[in-house]
């Protein structure tokens, strides 16, 4: 099984691609999971055409579908995996999105839960006694070689033990990378499924992709399930903000590091000012704002500036849920407790589902990737119910780029994917004067501010905290966070209540 990797890519340098394929019907080895779709589940007409690629012949093939975001990746692997019938493994790429498939599975499939099992750092479970499971886990825990805890082993000796009917990997474009892959060798399936809405990466390995899991079997039009109704209208906009002169003088001082000159595009005082704007100004029409940033200073500054919560990589996972849990809202969340209005890192590229967001405010982002700026987008591309819906833009993308800087560079290189999907994005280079002129609310930064965030720069927390990398999911010493965490956590969180509101 080592050797199943290098003889596919073998044969496909050859013009001998592999064929992957399941006859899942004949298995007879195996035992049938008891998974069907609810009577109230409904599947779209793509979705339906997305799986005829995979089962045309009546056996299960192996390859890729790719689905913009919001438009039922999920419940497309829950169907196929209700089709196929057989123990499944599915890879998230972090924990909440594990507890989001398990939801999305009890909400969509009449599976009965004890045959749903995680394998995350906070939670092993063993695989059901009848051997039909449906695992849920993330790429980390399946990947990670330096040591397990007791529990962490007993499970993974179940998984490699078992020969799995099919694994759907969410958020595929990730397996090239050197960790990922090790993934699967840990896994004996006789099907992959990979999910994914941006089939793109800035490393080239993209193409691995054919001989790790197969070729793309389908890939939906965005602009084409926007005019159906299935994806939202969205405006695309990048919004040039000047920079304060001070702050200009010092980013083209020659000499200031890369960095640094990172984080002064980042911090721009006008900037700073135009998303307190843009923000205020959605909030207003109670609309759900996420303001992405990849920078943890700038997350931490703007997160005080503007008085809004934010999230990052140090984030313990409670505190993730408590804070998300609020922005989503509805039951089990009282009115005075909801926010509409989140600072988040990287972290909520991928993997976390807030259908009810419609505005992205992008403060900064990972350079030119194309694909970070597509997966930012999606998280606003659910469609929104209501009388407007279909009339106008109902969805806001604001990508916030400092003039005369290397973002005007990066931006226009992360726009190139979105652009291939037939988005277009609207220039607006004085935004102030048009604020004005529509009698909203534009406050600039004083002087004393812009200086006290000039000197907050230089500060080593500032140049300790860019360099510190995320932090990544790996061995846990027991099933469950200590009681010290969670009390921390807790009261962590309950200070940025009190401090935001």
Not at 157 to 173: F, P, S
Not at 202 to 208: F, M
Request: hydrophobic content about 35%; charged content about 25%.
């Amino acid at each position: 099984p080592e050797f199943i990797e290098q003889v596919k890519e073998a044969a496909m340098k050859a013009d001998f691609p592999l064929m992957e394929e399941y006859d899942f019907r004949r298995d007879d080895r195996n035992p049938d999971l008891p998974i069907n779709l609810r009577a109230t589940t409904k599947v779209r007409p793509y979705q339906e055409k997305s799986l005829a690629k995979m089962f045309g012949n009546g056996r299960a093939r192996s390859g890729i579908i790719v689905l913009p975001c919001g438009a039922g990746k999920t419940l497309t692997g829950i169907t196929a995996a209700c089709t196929v019938k057989k123990s499944c493994i599915i890879f998230c790429i972090n924990s909440v999105g594990v507890e989001q498939w398990i939801r999305s599975v009890r909400a969509f499939t009449t599976l009965p839960p004890e045959h749903i099992r995680r394998f995350t750092s906070g939670c092993k479970d063993d695989l059901h006694p009848s051997g039909a499971t449906v695992l849920v886990t993330t790429y980390n825990m399946m990947s990670y070689s330096k040591g397990r805890s007791e529990d962490g082993e007993r499970v993974m000796a179940q998984v490699k033990n078992t020969e799995w009917g099919l694994i759907i990997m969410d958020e595929v474009h990730v397996v090239p990378a050197k960790m990922f892959r090790m993934a699967l060798r840990h896994v004996k399936s006789h099907c992959k499924l990979g999910l994914t809405a941006t089939l793109v990466r800035e490393d080239n390995l993209i193409d691995d992709l054919n001989f790790l899991i197969g070729p793309k079997l389908y890939e939906a039009n965005w602009l084409k399930l926007t005019d159906e109704g299935y994806l939202a209208k969205v405006l695309c906009a990048e919004v040039w903000c000047p920079m304060t002169a001070e702050f200009f003088q010092k980013y083209l001082d020659p000499t200031t590091d890369s960095k640094e000159k990172q984080l002064l595009y980042v911090m721009n005082p006008n900037k700073y000012a135009i998303c307190k704007m843009l923000m205020e100004y959605h909030r207003a029409k109670k609309d759900k704002v996420l303001i992405f940033s990849d920078n943890i200073p700038a997350i931490k500054r703007y997160s005080t500036y503007l008085k809004v919560h934010n999230m990052y990589g140090s984030t313990s996972q409670y505190e993730r849920e408590l804070v998300l849990q609020r922005f989503r809202g509805g039951k089990g969340v009282k009115p005075e407790d909801e926010i509409n209005a989140l600072i988040i890192s990287q972290v909520g590229d991928v993997g976390i589902d807030l259908p009810q967001a419609n505005v992205i405010i992008q403060i900064s982002s990972h350079f030119g990737s194309r694909r970070q700026e597509a997966q930012r987008l999606g998280r606003i591309l659910r469609p929104k119910s209501g009388d407007s819906f279909n009339v106008g833009w109902n969805a806001f993308f604001y990508s916030l780029i400092s003039m005369d800087t290397a973002e005007m560079y990066f931006s226009h290189k992360r726009q190139k994917y979105l652009v291939d999907q037939g988005y277009t994005f609207k220039v607006i280079r004085n935004i102030k004067e048009i604020a004005l002129e529509n009698g909203i609310e534009y406050e600039e930064l004083t002087q004393e501010q812009q200086r006290k965030i000039l000197q907050d720069l230089t500060a080593e927390e500032v140049t300790e905290l860019f360099s510190k990398k995320p932090e990544k999911e790996g061995r846990s010493k027991s099933s469950k966070p200590p009681r010290r965490m969670v009390n921390q956590a807790m009261k962590r969180f309950l200070n940025a209540q009190r401090k935001y509101g």
